[in-house]
């Protein structure tokens, strides 16, 4: 893994959907997220290590790059996606959107729940420990969506496995 910089390190980032309602089954909601997390990589705010993308969570490996905030990029990140699969949801199926209706001050619709979880990876064991868990979890016993880790289409398993980036999104830990 390339050196640490403390002030700049790799985090495991999760995030659900609201109540853990299944909202990313369908690809189009997925490419939502990969679509955000591409504009990060392109605009250089984020390198993203390792990704999955489950049917209510996501999980993320990624460093917040020099001179970007971390806090400021998560919030980016969350209200820039949660709006988009908003409206992917207006048009996909309209009479869903109601579930997502909040009695806030501050918002109509809440596609995100508010306690994302950051945690600093400190060492090249833990991050590696991690990105183990983000690629074995879609073969879990509970998810079953696919067979193998790299054959599950919306994961950086593969691009360990093979160096194919389907996506364009993720830098190898080892680079």
Do not use: C
């Not at 939502?32 to 489950?54: D, H, P, R």
């Not at 949801?89 to 809440?110: C, F, I, M, S, W």
Request: proline share 3%; no cysteine.
């Amino acid at each position: 893994m390339a050196d640490i910089n403390f002030d700049y390190h790799a985090q495991f980032f999760t995030v659900t959907i609201l109540e853990w309602k299944h909202l990313l089954k369908p690809d189009a909601f997925k490419d939502i997220i990969i679509n955000s997390l591409l504009f990060l990589k392109n605009e250089k705010s984020v390198v993203v290590y390792g990704f999955v993308i489950m049917p209510n969570h996501i999980h993320l490996i990624w460093q917040i790059q020099d001179g970007f905030i971390k806090e400021k990029i998560q919030l980016r990140f969350l209200k820039f996606t949660g709006q988009q699969l908003k409206f992917e949801l207006t048009k996909a199926n309209p009479g869903q959107l109601k579930h997502y209706q909040v009695n806030a001050k501050d918002r109509e619709y809440q596609i995100w729940e508010r306690n994302s979880l950051s945690i600093d990876l400190w060492t090249q064991a833990v991050f590696v420990q991690k990105l183990d868990y983000i690629h074995n979890n879609p073969i879990q016993e509970k998810w079953k969506l696919s067979m193998y880790p790299e054959e599950y289409k919306y994961s950086s398993a593969k691009f360990y496995e093979t160096g194919i980036d389907d996506f364009g999104i993720l830098t190898h830990y080892a680079d």
